[in-house]
Nanobody, 126 residues
Framework: QVQLVESGGGLVQAGGSLRLSCAASGRTFSSYAMGWFRQAPGKVREFVACINNYGARTSYADSVKGRFTISRDNVKNMVVLQMNSLKPEDTAVYYC???????????????????WGQGTQVTVSS
């Protein structure tokens, strides 16, 4: 089992940047594929980015491609979402998620993930 805690959210102006972090508990962090999802008020939770267990493979939603970067540090048990050129439509609660997996597995489907953090609010003002 793994516990996830997100941090780094906040209020930023359009065009600005934020760096979200997700700290994971446990000694087998490298056994998990990781994902970031977001949910805006009144909308369904949507995929943002994911990374396989050793960081060799990533995938992004079209809406964030070229602006967001996902990375992980298996020594620090952490996954990071660097968000640049933020837009008001990026405003949402951002969630970190983990899926027990091996090799090159990644998934953009929220139902594939086993563990979730509590979320961190990102607000982008115009």
């Amino acid at each position: 089992q793994v516990q996830l805690v997100e941090s780094g959210g906040g209020l930023v102006q359009a065009g600005g940047s934020l760096r979200l972090s997700c700290a994971a508990s446990g000694r087998t962090f490298s056994s998990y594929a990781m994902g970031w999802f977001r949910q805006a008020p009144g909308k369904v939770r949507e995929f943002v980015a994911c990374i396989n267990n050793y960081g060799a493979r990533t995938s992004y939603a079209d809406s964030v491609k070229g602006r967001f970067t996902i990375s992980r540090d298996n020594v620090k048990n952490m996954v990071v979402l660097q968000m640049n050129s933020l837009k008001p439509e990026d405003t949402a609660v951002y969630y970190c998620a983990a899926k027990s997996s091996f090799s090159m597995y990644v998934s953009s489907r929220s139902t594939d993930y086993d563990y979730w953090g509590q979320g961190t609010q990102v607000t982008v003002s115009s």
